[in-house]
């Protein structure tokens, strides 16, 4: 039972990919699996935990629940975009200086969910991280530091855009 | 025998705490953060081998049925498919699992029988994970339905079919014992109150963000298994699985990868690894195997404890002198680590309470339930919580504030080292300055009168206090000391560790156990820059797979930290005695000339020195500029091997145990709460964790477990419970049923505090730290909430109390 395939051109981190999956295909398993981009983590695979979580056109998606079909033309950003080794992305420099992370399983889609509420909301209270970032499980931390850590890195950005 | 024939040996400590450090005790920024912020952390489903199948597993659902006929031929013959394994074909492959015997046996494709929701029936290998699945919808299974034991009542009373091993001699008591340790009937009887209560702890698990999984594959030319797995023991118990395939320990690599969480539950997890390396046999090519969500929720190796007790304590003058103890347990269909859940209650049974006597009566019950593993506390955590539920109730009864009850029961800081009944011994500790700490952090004395302001304005305030212990570094007699007899009296438990200085004068240390969040490279990287002068970002980590393996029980029971710092003393001793011994060739002087200091090999009179650097080029590449004795072969790698620093045997007769869990830490745990009476819905508004773990040797990451164990022990309190209906069904198997905390339910800050008492017995005086969060939670929680309805008449007797179950208690309740 040969299931037809479907092309697909997608942006993914600022370079344009063309694929043939099946229309089953997870978007999550697309990036991983086929494009070899293992930085997005799979969790629970039903839109629950988030660490799956990339941006899809400039806001936040559950990979696990969307299918590579789906994407067809649009801008996809993982946390492969974000900072190097050699170079981090305040985001993760404010993990990491926080202690934002234990195990790192979560921690991906923590990141783009961080980066999304500071793209568009770049001095939030307390309770907005909160809010914005509840939708992401962590098991290890027990949140405090991760909240910590997008406070941090909003004032890291704040400088940066200013400096 | 009594504990007073118990002998304390000698510490074994090399090096004692200092005032101040140079890398110890400093807040440093983890060594293992950057790839894992930068995606290119490797987990286990980020393997992959040439030629590589998938496999999935097709799950019971039914609780407990004889497998009459399994048709697996529509699935063998879908394109894509390789091949489909059903428990015939494994058990004439492979023996048990790890944990079988005495009559109940688990195989990793249940033969025969299927006794859980979710037992694994069959397992497909195919081109693709999606292909496995189709597969899987077209396997046809005919069972034939036995008597659901969905209940430890209905496991006791069970016959005939309701039996869930019939090989086992006992019916379904997976396990019982009765012991006395000390004079539990006098001390009764002297008693002028007796407080009794019965209490009940459901059952939860770790739930890392990262199920279990493995890739495996098989050499037929060498007879090889290799295996990738996100299992934490295989240095320690990697032959157990090895066994289950039949074949020696050498004839199976298991390569270790970071792992995405554990909290116990990939502590040793077997099933997965065995499964994925029978599969790959089969198939003759890798199978990767990985667990989703509702696979590990299912039939994971972690379920915790499930408990109901029957406790009371005794009390003469207003001192706790005894405790009785009744206890069944709920321990699903498999027995897993024998009775190590109860042999390490039995380490802190008496709290940090100076109490005379203990009787323990446990009746362990097999159910069609997932197998219990371990979780955070590994049964300790419960009876933190029984102990402490049993010593608020006795405050309450003799019309005592709760915190002045604690103080006059608490362990004396000059009574230490400290033998407690049942022969387990705390070494050192001062709780009263925990205590004093925490309640002035929180503001205790103030506490009161805005709980009374709060409550004329109709909000429901409380405050709990919880004085518990936090064992640390376990000895292997946990696992079987409450057998009379057992068939393998294990009581190694070592930790390894290798450094080499490369070539390049790089330090290199080789772990023997994973990363499994848990900071292992900033933790050995601190301590051995501590020893070695060299900076601690500069140091190159590696993992030793079991080919490569020295002993090592990794972390678990809270040990790690002391565990690799005893074997990186011992491995940097010997390190730097053949460098000095090196030193001193190249300076022309005596080893007694050289010293060590601050990286750096210098003569007495300081006009002469060596780098680590100069050392290591001259040790790789100018053997002849050295003596021709074996003191100077070339190279410059050491090994250690660090045994369990205090651990005795128990009593023959059982009427001790011996010492086992002797690294004794200790914390003081202080929630405020608001509850909503008409919802039963509970805010955390502020939270004091207040812990001693001797010398703390980074208190960036132990406040990282402190807080992470705090969000567990919260959610085991309020949240989290594993679901089986009467029919054996598990209904809430899921994320979105099964909720794990939010930062939404965390409380806003939890604000930590540290009293140090350093170990007498460790390196530096560490003590273990990584299971405390969720082992003082959960009984501080539900004192706050107990003590914010209080007007009510409210009184807790078990966790978790969701909203719902809260309403009902408040209904109940005399002033509801």
Known sequence: ?163 | MSIKDIVIPPSRRKIGPAKSYNHIGKPMKRLEDPPLLTGTGQFIDDVVLPHMAHAAVLRSPLAHARIVKIDTSAAEALEGVVCVLTGEDVAKTNDPQFGSGNGIEQYCIAVGRVRHVGETVAAVVAESRYIAEDALELIEVDYEELPVIATVEQGIAATGDGILHPNHENGNIAFECNYDFGTVEEDFAAADHVIQRELRWGRTSGMPIETSGAVASYNPGRSKFEVYSNSSMYNYFGHGIAASLRVPPSKLNVIPVYAGGSFGSKMFAHKVPTLTATLARAAGRPVKFIEDRIDHMLSSDQHGPERVFDCSVAIKGGKMTSVKIKTVDDYGAYAQFGVGHHGNALSQVTGPYDIGSVRYDLKAVLTNKCQQGAYRGFGAEVSNFMIERLVDAAADELGEDRVEFRRRNLIPKEKFPHIIPTGNLYDSGDYQAVLAKALDKIGYDDFRAEQEAALKEGRYLGIGVATVQERSVFSATEYWMLERDPAFPLSSVPESVGITVDVSGKVVVDLHAPFWGNSPETVVGQVVAELLGVDPTDIIFTYADTDHGLPSAGPAGSRYTVMISGAVVGATEKLVTKMKRMAAVMMGTDEEDVDFRDGIFITRSGNRSKTIEEIATAAYNFRLDFPDSDDFSSGLTVQHVYDHPLTTMPADDRSHLGIFYPIMGHMCHVPVVEVDIETGSVKILRYVAVHDCGTVVNPLTLGGHVRGGTAQGIGSALYEKFCYDENGQFTNASFADYTIPSAYEMPPDIQIGHVETPSPYTEFGVKGAGEGGRMGAPPAVVAAVEDALKPLGVRIDEIPIGPSRLREIIRHSTGG
């Not at chain 1, 988030?50 to 067809?72: E, F, I, K, P």
């Not at chain 1, 923590?110 to 509420?117: C, G, V």
């Not at chain 1, 939030?124 to 910590?148: F, K």
């Open chain 1, 1 to 163: 039972m040969a299931i037809k395939k479907h092309e697909l051109s997608v942006e993914v981190n600022g370079r344009t990919v063309r694929a043939e999956v099946e229309p089953r295909m997870m978007l999550s398993d697309f990036l991983r699996h086929e494009l070899g981009l293992t930085g997005t983590h799979v969790g629970c695979e039903h839109g629950v935990c988030g660490a799956c979580n990339v941006m899809l056109n400039g806001r936040s998606a559950r990979s696990c629940l969307t299918y590579a079909v789906q994407v067809d033309g649009a801008k996809i950003e993982t946390v492969e975009s974000l900072g190097t080794i050699d170079k981090l992305h305040p985001l993760q420099q404010a993990f990491w200086e926080k202690h934002g992370l234990q195990c790192g399983f979560c921690t991906p889609g923590m990141l783009i969910s961080a980066l999304e509420l500071l793209e568009k909301n770049p001095k939030p209270t307390r309770e907005e991280i909160v809010d914005h970032m509840s939708g992401n499980l962590c098991r290890c931390t027990g949140y405090q530091n991760i909240i910590d850590a997008v406070a941090y890195a909003a004032e890291l950005m704040a400088e940066q855009a200013n400096g």
